[in-house]
T-cell receptor
Framework: DTAVSQTPKYLVTQMGNDKSIKCEQN?????MYWYKQDSKKFLKIMFS???????INETVPNRFSPKSPDKAHLNLHINSLELGDSAVYFC???????????FGPGTRLTVL | SQELEQSPQSLIVQEGKNLTINCTSS?????LYWYKQKYGEGLIFLMM?????EEKSHEKITAKLDEKKQQSSLHITASQPSHAGIYLC???????????FGEGTQLTVNP
């Protein structure tokens, strides 16, 4: 059973489009995260939710909007995609914040 | 915010050799996490260190935390090709709500 799953695994789209990435965890964790890993493999936190409430919102463009319908899901919607948004996006969850985090397999986003 | 510097940035070793990866923080370390990432995959948790002088081992991987030096080291004994990947250290910020990650060390183990 997959602990933290993300869909899609790959996403190729044109500049200006709007896209969503979904994340689900079946570990019963209260805290979920979105990270962005750039081409240099640098991993940086974007958002963190605890029990559906936003607790961390890094300096991320307003085009990025996370949504947590319940504590097992944290989706990421991106409006007006730009070339610089190309990266691998990782979802993670942890039982406590920050704690040991369990990562999803990542979504490789390519903006053309 | 906390900054973590990892060294070396990349490492190529022959199978069977020992190696060490270092992670140095710009601030006091309250918790230090080591993760491993294989190409195209997510991060896998290796170890968490919280107390100064703490040392933990998992199979052939040992990690130590030196609070005074604000540094942690990851040591692999008798490396194998299966150890290859990117090793990232993550630090617990004082707010306790996030991890800041280093830039990673790319390890290649040649058979």
């Amino acid at each position: 059973d997959t602990a933290v799953s993300q869909t899609p695994k790959y996403l190729v789209t044109q500049m200006g489009n709007d896209k969503s990435i979904k994340c689900e965890q079946n570990l019963g964790h209260d805290t979920m995260y979105w990270y962005k890993q750039d081409s240099k493999k640098f991993l940086k936190i974007m958002f963190s939710y605890n029990n559906k409430e936003l607790i961390i919102n890094e300096t991320v463009p307003n085009r990025f909007s996370p949504k947590s319908p319940d504590k097992a899901h944290l989706n990421l919607h991106i409006n007006s995609l730009e070339l610089g948004d190309s990266a691998v996006y990782f979802c993670a969850s942890s039982p406590i914040s920050p704690g040991e985090q369990f990562f999803g397999p990542g979504t490789r986003l390519t903006v053309l | 915010s906390q900054e973590l510097e990892q060294s070396p940035q990349s490492l190529i070793v022959q199978e069977g050799k020992n190696l060490t990866i270092n992670c140095t923080s710009s601030k006091t370390l309250y918790g230090l996490y080591w993760y491993k990432q294989k190409y195209g995959e997510g991060l896998i948790f290796l170890m968490m260190l919280q107390k100064g002088g703490e040392e933990k081992s998992h199979e052939k991987i040992t990690a130590k935390l030196d609070e005074k030096k604000q540094q942690s080291s990851l040591h692999i004994t008798a490396s194998q090709p299966s150890h290859a990947g990117i090793y990232l250290c993550g630090a617990d910020e004082t707010s306790g709500s996030r991890l800041t990650f280093g830039e990673g060390t790319q390890l290649t183990v040649n058979p």
